[in-house]
Each structure stands twice: as C-alpha cells, then as structure tokens.
C-alpha cells in the first residue's frame, strides 16, 4: 500500500507568535523526524498551506510561509488551501491519485480544525489514516488545553469506524523505528 505524509498548515503566523501551539518545539522536530524518514523511504511529502485574502496568512505574506525550521526537499509537493478540509477546492486528491496513494500519515496544526477535518474527509475518501499522535497541535483554548484536545482527537478519530477505512493514531517513534 503506497503513502504519503500530510503535514497541514505549519506556517509562520500559526507556530511563531506568542502564545505558541502545544510543544511546539517537540512537535517541530518530530515533524522533521517524520519528513525525513519518509525522504529517506521515498515516501511523498506533502506540504499543505493555508491561505486568506487580505489577511496575514494571505498567500505569499511572511506568516504564510512554512515555519523557518522545517526541512523541505525539492521533490515534496506544496498545496494551496482556504478550508479546514485540505480536499475541498485543491489538487490535493488528484495528486494523491496521481501518485497512487492509499494511505496517509497526517500531521501538523490544528488538530481540532484542519487536523481533524482533513483525517475524517481523507477516511471518507476511502484513504487509510495513521494520525501521528505526538506531531499534531493546537492552542490552548478556554475550554481545554492544547494537550487536552489533541489526547481527545487521538482517543476519538481512531474509534471512527463506520468510513470504512482505518483510522489509526501512532507516535512518531513507533512510525520511524519500524523496519520495512
């Protein structure tokens, strides 16, 4: 079953003004771990950005621009997207066809938002979903913390079974430390 690693909007605006993401740090680096062992397996990379006009995520503006630490590669692939769900209205699903993808690994920001909704419309989509369970973040919002709501979309979206697909949440250790 060929893959392909989603990392969802982790952009300037969203990951450097304070206050910042949960472990925004850790999540950083374990997003670097995840993009370079899928360089390493040849596994397609795709950055997805999202956009607003006349805002400071407006496309081509400095807090649109991936975080500065994240490594790229010129092989990965860039989506442009203006929902919370990285399909609607984007090439996102032609390119996975195109690249004969069957399964994603899904990471980044926002999980209550894009994070979420982007894993439920891929699983209706019929794509299989390794949410990696420790490289997702959000705020921290009134009601829960950053910690909260990502322990809750990691106990949650695995228990989704009615797509059909599977949906699974597994940490970035277990993800790069498998033998192939």
């Not at 709501?149 to 695995?158: E, K, M, Q, W």
């Amino acid at each position: 079953m060929r893959s392909a690693v989603l990392v969802i909007d982790v952009q300037s605006i969203l990951f450097d003004p304070i206050p910042q993401p949960f472990e925004r740090n850790e999540v950083l680096t374990r997003i670097n771990t995840i993009t370079d062992w899928a360089h390493q397996k040849n596994i397609p990379v795709i950055f997805i950005q999202h956009e607003q006009v006349g805002t400071p995520i407006e496309y081509g503006s400095e807090g649109w621009q991936l975080q500065s630490s994240l490594r790229v590669e010129s092989k990965d692939h860039f989506i442009r997207k203006t929902t919370p769900d990285a399909f609607l209205r984007t090439n996102l699903e032609s390119l996975l066809q195109e690249l004969s993808i069957e399964h994603l690994y899904i990471c980044g920001y926002a999980t209550e938002f894009c994070v979420d909704t982007t894993t439920r419309r891929a699983a209706g989509l019929g794509y299989s979903v390794d949410l990696i369970s420790d490289a997702h973040t959000t705020q921290n919002k009134p009601h829960l913390s950053g910690e909260q709501i990502r322990a809750h979309h990691n106990a949650t979206l695995p228990s989704i079974a009615s797509f059909g697909v599977k949906i699974a949440a597994v940490s970035t250790e277990s993800l790069t430390s498998q033998s192939d």
